[in-house]
């Protein structure tokens, strides 16, 4: 494992979790909190969801879960890749099944099918930087991803009138 010079002459590990990423892990885990709060609340009216949103859902459940275990955990063995490519695959999986929702935009694409457009693009990229070993760059993608298309898109799932929000503040 590589180490670096950080401030004051002091070696640092490029792989070690810092302030971001446990920021990033605290706000998955509320995120996570707050889904689950709204899905028991809502639970009445589960039967009028449509299985591309509980496909959604699920995948969304499955980002949230793994990526504080990620981001807290040690890097670059067997557990982080594999881990790894369920949360990809996941957040491709949440992105690609979100093109068949638009019941909130009079069945147009909204502004949040961007980051779903982002998102396909961005995996792809993540991988490619894990799998040659470019750290910074899959630390950078991982991180805007998370930042992105997990914790700002999933904020964006609660006002509005949108379906999680109605449960949750009902």
């Known amino acids: 494992m590589a180490t670096a010079i950080g401030r004051g002459g002091t070696?640092?590990?490029?792989?070690?979790?810092?302030?971001?990423?446990?920021?990033?892990s605290v706000g998955a885990l509320l995120l996570l909190a707050a889904v689950l709060?709204?899905?028991?609340?809502?639970?009445?009216?589960?039967?009028?969801?449509?299985?591309?949103?509980?496909?959604?859902i699920l995948t969304?459940?499955?980002?949230?879960?793994?990526?504080p275990v990620i981001l807290l955990s040690p890097r670059g063995d067997r557990r982080h890749r594999v881990l790894g490519q369920i949360w990809a695959v996941a957040m491709l999986l949440t992105a690609l099944l979100s093109f068949g929702i638009r019941e909130?935009?009079?069945?147009?694409?909204?502004?949040?099918?961007?980051?779903?457009?982002?998102?396909?693009?961005?995996?792809?990229?993540?991988?490619?930087?894990?799998?040659t070993h470019k750290v910074a760059l899959h630390r950078g993608s991982v991180r805007g991803m998370?930042?992105?298309?997990?914790?700002?898109?999933?904020?964006?799932?609660?006002?509005?009138?949108?379906?999680?929000?109605?449960?949750?503040?009902?």
């Open 60 to 67: 969304i459940l499955v980002s949230l879960v793994l990526t």
């Open 104 to 131: 909130t935009n009079g069945g147009r694409f909204s502004f949040i099918h961007i980051l779903s457009a982002w998102v396909v693009i961005q995996v792809p990229l993540l991988w490619y930087a894990a799998r």
């Open 146 to 170: 998370v930042t992105g298309a997990l914790l700002i898109a999933g904020f964006f799932t609660f006002p509005f009138g949108r379906l999680l929000g109605h449960w949750l503040f009902g």
């Open 11 to 24: 070696r640092v590990n490029p792989w070690a979790v810092d302030a971001y990423e446990k920021a990033l």
């Open 37 to 56: 709060t709204a899905l028991a609340r809502g639970h009445a009216q589960w039967a009028m969801v449509p299985g591309i949103v509980w496909a959604h």
